[in-house]
């Protein structure tokens, strides 16, 4: 087969997900959202200005003529940095991010848009040592370039501050032999014509999630350990390993008492659990006017903005459902960022317009919305104080739910509001996120406004009216839950 680098490191981690991949494409499951891949390029083609002046290696589909490219830009030049230098020995192909030429010597740089090294990025980059060298090539260097998460833009992007570069030369050239080796067992195991008996293991999940997991898991009874909420994919396939995986026999083990009682309630169909009195001490710690509030938040790998990080978590909207009195009306307010911009400072001026000094304010699994305020208001020294009001005036409406003082067998062992919104309200389409256009969730907002800047006008405003709409069924949501414990609460005194 023509052996790619992101091939062979499929291979480190499972052979049978190549031979799954070339004989049955059919069945695989997309793990990598698109805006994962647009950010590595993204990141990709920042990085090859590090070293300044280079020449890049256009993609085209002929591989063979990319290789040719580079063999004569490395043939023209003394010393030359080349990006995207592609090379192949025994149909064994890898393009190099960065390729420094000094002389007869070269220097590999891979480039990653993570924010640490992992340890199939040494993977990735002993494949490339390997091949060049069998090419004939001199390698002196190898290196793992990646995002510094202490980095803070201030000014104009500084990449020497954006990239940390991590010398892995002595572990490349010692893996060497170990390349060799998965080459060969790729190549043996490719040419089998029937599927490979590779059973389930951790490779399933580390370093990727596997994109045939549902396949070779398909033969697992439905309720089985993978299905067991929070507990750790070690501890899952130790149990499978063991012959344990059916609920029924999992009852029989030593396990936390939450997975026992997620197995229980989905095997026998107990009862909601409805723990009154613990559920009324939360409302009573709750006073009005009461505000429900969430944060939706994107990220960049390239900090655009002053005064942000690689990945830092950037709010640009938030919708605010609000009770001014016990039985008063239901009002709502929304923010929502003007796309290409900074969105913070005008969305933490309105935040501390809208929500009055001292009042409660609910969110759902409020160490986010938390981390969010408390990031602007250390921003934003005018607005510290009323941002910490909201901050510390705080209430989470999920501790019911995570601990499990309202639970039942639609949870499926779950607290976030994607499950216990449909376990509470399972008739109603007003309620069911699948029911909204365009933006469903956290991750496809996120991407969505990432992307508005890229869109003309009447997209731009369709999608703006979307995203509007998904962050205030979040908080309308809360309001529908609330009501449900103080429903339940109320139907038990009578």
């Not at 490779?203 to 350990?225: A, G, I, Q, W």
């Amino acid at each position: 087969m023509n052996l790619s680098k992101s091939k062979y490191c499929q291979g480190v981690q499972c052979l049978k997900i190549l031979w799954l991949d070339k004989n049955m494409p059919e069945i695989k499951q997309d793990t990598v959202k698109d805006s994962v891949l647009d950010t590595g390029s993204e990141v990709g083609e920042l990085a090859r200005n590090l070293f300044g002046r280079h020449i890049n290696i256009s993609f085209q589909i002929d591989l063979s003529k990319m290789i040719e490219e580079t063999k004569k830009v490395i043939d023209e030049n003394e010393n030359v940095i080349i990006t995207e230098a592609s090379f192949s020995y025994q149909n064994h192909f890898c393009s190099v991010d960065i390729l420094k030429k000094n002389g007869n010597s070269y220097e590999i740089y891979e480039v990653k848009s993570s924010t640490k090294v992992e340890d199939i990025y040494l993977e990735d980059i002993s494949y490339q040592v390997y091949v060049l060298r069998k090419c004939g090539y001199s390698i002196t260097k190898a290196s793992i370039v990646y995002l510094n998460s202490d980095y803070e833009r201030v000014g104009d992007l500084e990449l020497d501050k954006l990239f940390k570069i991590e010398d892995v030369t002595k572990i490349a050239f010692s893996k060497q032999k170990e390349v060799e080796d998965k080459i060969e067992s790729i190549e043996k195991i490719m040419k089998k014509k029937e599927e490979p008996d590779i059973p389930i293991g951790m490779y399933c999940v580390e370093p990727y999630d596997c994109p045939f997991f549902s396949y070779c898991t398909r033969n697992l009874p439905e309720k089985n350990v993978f299905q067991i909420r929070n507990m750790r994919n070690s501890s899952k396939f130790s149990f499978y390993e063991k012959g344990i995986f059916k609920y029924e026999d999992l009852l029989k083990e030593d396990i936390n008492e939450k997975y026992k009682e997620q197995i229980e309630y989905e095997l026998f169909d107990k009862k909601d659990k409805i723990e009154v009195e613990d559920i009324k001490t939360f409302l009573d710690g709750l006073t009005y006017p009461l505000y429900f509030l969430d944060f939706e938040t994107y990220q960049q790998a390239i900090p655009m903005y002053d005064y942000i990080k690689p990945y830092m978590q950037i709010p640009f909207q938030y919708s605010l459902h609000y009770i001014e009195k016990e039985g008063g009306k239901l009002k709502h307010k929304e923010f929502l960022a003007k796309e290409g911009i900074d969105p913070r400072r005008l969305l933490a001026e309105q935040l501390v317009k809208d929500i009055p000094l001292g009042v409660c304010t609910l969110a759902y699994n409020m160490r986010f919305e938390k981390s969010v305020i408390k990031n602007l208001a250390g921003l934003y020294k005018d607005l510290e104080k009323p941002l910490m009001d909201i901050h510390d005036n705080m209430q989470d409406l999920m501790i019911p739910f995570k601990d499990r003082k309202y639970y039942n067998r639609k949870m499926q062992g779950s607290f976030s509001i994607k499950y216990v919104l449909p376990a509470l309200f399972p008739n109603d389409p007003s309620l069911d996120y699948h029911n909204l256009e365009d933006v469903h969730n956290g991750s496809e907002a996120m991407a969505t406004f990432a992307n508005l800047v890229n869109l003309e006008e009447e997209e731009r405003n369709h999608l703006r009216y979307r995203l509007l709409k998904y962050c205030e069924l979040d908080t309308y949501a809360m309001v529908k839950i609330w009501q449900k414990l103080l429903e339940v609460s109320e139907s038990e005194e009578k």
